[in-house]
C-alpha cells in the first residue's frame, strides 16, 4: 500500500493547530499555531500563545535602531517557534496591507517587514496584530506524520480567539470552542 498524495482539501493553511495534551516537546507543550502556509514542500506556522518574557517590544524596537514614540503601544512578542528565531513575523487583520505582505487568506495577513513595526510604533498599525519571533516549520510530509500520530489537532480559524483571547487561555478555549473537553483526552491515541 502506497501513500496517497497530500491532497489541497487536507491543507491545513489559515486554521490553528492545537498540540495535544500529550506533547512532549517543551516548545510545543499546550501550543497553538496559526498556520500560515502548508503545501507539499511542508508547512510553516506562528505560535500565537507564548510570549517571550526576555524582550518587550520597545527593546526590539530600540535593537532595530526604532525610536519608540509617547503613543507606542505595549505589544507582546510571541515566541513564533523555534526555527529563525530572530527574524520577526506580523500576523494582522486584513485591513493592513502593503506590497510585503503575504494575505494568508481574506482575514489575516502576514508581513515581516520594519515598516509594519514603525507602524504599530506610531500606533498606526493594523487593527488586531499578534508580533512573534521565529516561526514552526515542517519538512516535506513532516506535518501530516505528526498529524497521523495525534500530535495536533486542527481547527478552524476562530478571528475572536487568536486576536483578543488571553495568552494563557487560548489552547483550552480553543479545545472548547469545537467542543473537546480536556478532561477526557487521553494522553495516547489507538489505532483501529
Known amino acids: 500500500m502506497t501513500d496517497a498524495p497530500q491532497s489541497a482539501e487536507t491543507y491545513f493553511e489559515g486554521q490553528m493547530l492545537l498540540a495535544m495534551p500529550a506533547m512532549t516537546d517543551p516548545r510545543f507543550e499546550r501550543a497553538v499555531i496559526y498556520m500560515c502556509a502548508h503545501s507539499d ?10 510570549t517571550l518574557d526576555s524582550i518587550d517590544f520597545r527593546k ?3 535593537q532595530l535602531d526604532i525610536t519608540p514614540g509617547a ?18 513575523f506580523v500576523l494582522h487583520s486584513s485591513e493592513y496591507r502593503h506590497d510585503e505582505t503575504l494575505m494568508i487568506d481574506e482575514r489575516v495577513g ?6 509594519i513595526l514603525r507602524a504599530l510604533a506610531r500606533g498606526d498599525g493594523p487593527e488586531r496584530s499578534i508580533l512573534a519571533l521565529g516561526y514552526a516549520g515542517w519538512g516535506p510530509g513532516q506535518l501530516e506524520t ?6 495536533w489537532l486542527s481547527v478552524p ?6 486576536f483578543r483571547v488571553g495568552h494563557e487561555q487560548k489552547w ?5 470552542s469545537i467542543g473537546v473537553d480536556l478532561s477526557v483526552l487521553s494522553g495516547s491515541a489507538g489505532r483501529a
Open 157 to 162: 480559524f476562530d478571528d475572536e480567539l487568536m
Open 71 to 88: 503613543s507606542t503601544p505595549k505589544i507582546a512578542v510571541h515566541f513564533g517557534g523555534p526555527v529563525e528565531n530572530q527574524r520577526g
Open 110 to 115: 502576514l508581513t515581516a517587514t520594519l515598516d
Open 172 to 176: 483550552e478555549r480553543a479545545f472548547n
Open 60 to 62: 526590539l524596537l530600540g
Open 41 to 50: 514542500e511542508g508547512a510553516m506556522g506562528l505560535v500565537i500563545n507564548k
Open 146 to 151: 505528526e498529524m497521523h500520530d495525534n500530535a
